[in-house]
């Protein structure tokens, strides 16, 4: 194992181990900057052209440039807000065997799979996400946020909430959302139908789902619902958050949802070709099986209808979100292709729904997804003008989250 991997997964570890170790120094440390740019998308729908100065300062774009300030050339390529993916799964990583990782509590081999995951999400453009897998994430995100792990800011589910015999009373129901918030979860995750590969199946009623999201409310959480078919309509009338997927729901079932307010996540451009191109490294595995794979291959232009429908629904907050697992971790902005191509989706739009749409859905619209000042320093540049070739998307050269500078392949700085 490298050193640089031993260190990631001693970090990691360290919570669960009990162990204190020194932080992790950053590639940069964060300092006064002032980004010479012609080129800037402001994360809502414009991009400006033309000499532009990004003055940046502890960690936050501000509206002067400082003196003797770091100057860092992006002329030529496009600026953006550090972009943000709504639904990954950090924990779902390839083994040394080349196949989907089974592990239960937090392996080295998990750790290690999750801090490679993390370094190549963030290296792709995306500084925030939200990973709604597995308890494993909150050692990743306090190792990110407080021990300068390489990785982009993560907010964690720690899990999700599914249906039990013992779980159906509204008690039980309260008590789960409470453990979630009480584990140190940001949100919570419940799953109110069951997988694709498995049918699809509602499993919380309406007046569970109600109980669920109220209690998440009440304790200062969003809620995320995992749903098919008129389980769209249900979570949304139920006052939960955001729905994902949503496949199979009509576009009356869409237009509740709008009218509602609930954020709409439907993913068309990585997750399921994900699946199938790596489906040998899956099967054997849960209920990853071949009559699985083939059911989602089938239903793909399904995903893409949805989508459409979303897109063409007045008033719909349809955000970024790719269900990334393994071998598609680092490839997140193949998603914004497949908006554009499967849900008719202008390409600012797409861009927008992984800036503004995609911080407001968080609650953190006051600080994310967007270039001005006051907001986090989270910048991107990509070679290319991605409202006019979208492929640019899978040309990052430059990513800064919070001030800091962890990938630059282009021109070297100019100094002061």
């Given at each position: 194992m490298r050193p640089c991997r031993l260190l990631a997964v001693l970090i990691l570890a360290a919570p669960v181990l009990g162990a204190q170790l020194p932080p992790l120094p950053p590639p940069s440390a964060p300092g006064d900057v002032t980004i010479l740019a012609d080129r800037v998308f402001d994360g809502a729908g414009h991009i400006a052209r033309g000499p532009r100065r990004i003055a940046i300062a502890a960690g936050r774009v501000?509206?002067?440039?400082?003196?003797?300030?770091?100057?860092?050339?992006?002329?030529?390529?496009?600026?953006?807000?550090?972009?943000?993916?709504?639904h990954v799964h950090l924990e779902s990583y390839f083994d040394a065997a080349g196949r989907i990782g089974t592990?239960?509590?937090?392996?080295?081999?998990?750790?290690?799979?999750?801090a490679d995951n993390a370094y190549r999400t963030l290296l792709g453009g995306f500084t925030t996400v939200q990973a709604v897998g597995d308890p494993a994430d909150r050692i990743l995100r306090d190792a990110i946020a407080s021990r300068g792990l390489p990785g982009p800011r993560i907010l964690t589910s720690l899990g999700w909430i599914v249906m039990h015999a013992d779980s159906l009373d509204e008690t039980s129901l309260?008590?789960?959302?409470r453990a979630k918030r009480d584990a140190g979860a940001d949100l919570v995750k419940i799953f109110a139908s069951t997988s694709q590969r498995v049918g699809a199946k509602p499993t919380f009623t309406e007046a569970?789902?109600?109980?669920?999201?109220?209690?998440?409310?009440?304790?200062?959480?969003?809620?995320?619902?995992?749903?098919?078919?008129?389980?769209v309509a249900v979570a949304a009338r139920a006052g939960?958050?955001?729905?994902?997927?949503?496949?199979?729901?009509t576009a009356e079932e869409i237009a509740e949802a709008a009218r509602l307010g609930t954020v709409i996540s439907p993913q068309v451009g990585l997750v399921v070709q994900n699946y199938i191109a790596n489906q040998d490294r899956y099967i054997g595995v849960g209920n990853y099986t071949p009559e699985g794979m083939q059911i989602m291959l089938r239903d793909l232009p399904l995903d893409f209808e949805v989508c459409r429908i979303a897109a063409a629904t007045p008033g719909a907050k349809v955000v970024f979100s790719t269900d990334a697992t393994a071998g598609a971790h680092g490839r997140n902005a193949e998603e914004f292709l497949g908006r554009v191509e499967h849900c008719g989706q202008r390409p600012v739009d797409a861009l927008a729904?992984?800036?503004?749409?995609?911080?407001?859905s968080l609650g953190m619209g006051d600080r994310?997804?967007?270039?001005a000042p006051g907001y986090e320093a989270d910048l991107i540049a990509l070679d290319g003008d991605p409202l006019t070739d979208l492929t640019a998307v899978r040309r990052v050269v430059f990513v800064?989250?919070?001030?800091?500078v962890y990938k630059w392949v282009g021109r070297p700085t100019t100094g002061r």
């Open positions: 501000t509206a002067t440039p400082q003196p003797g300030a770091r100057v860092i050339d992006l002329r030529g390529y496009t600026v953006l807000p550090g972009w943000i993916d709504t592990d239960t509590t937090p392996t080295p081999a998990l750790l290690m799979g999750m309260r008590a789960m959302v569970q789902l109600r109980t669920l999201c109220d209690e998440a409310r009440a304790l200062g959480l969003r809620a995320m619902v995992h749903a098919y078919r008129s389980q939960c958050s955001q729905v994902e997927h949503a496949t199979y729901a729904s992984a800036n503004v749409v995609a911080a407001a994310l997804g967007r270039i800064m989250k919070g001030g800091v």
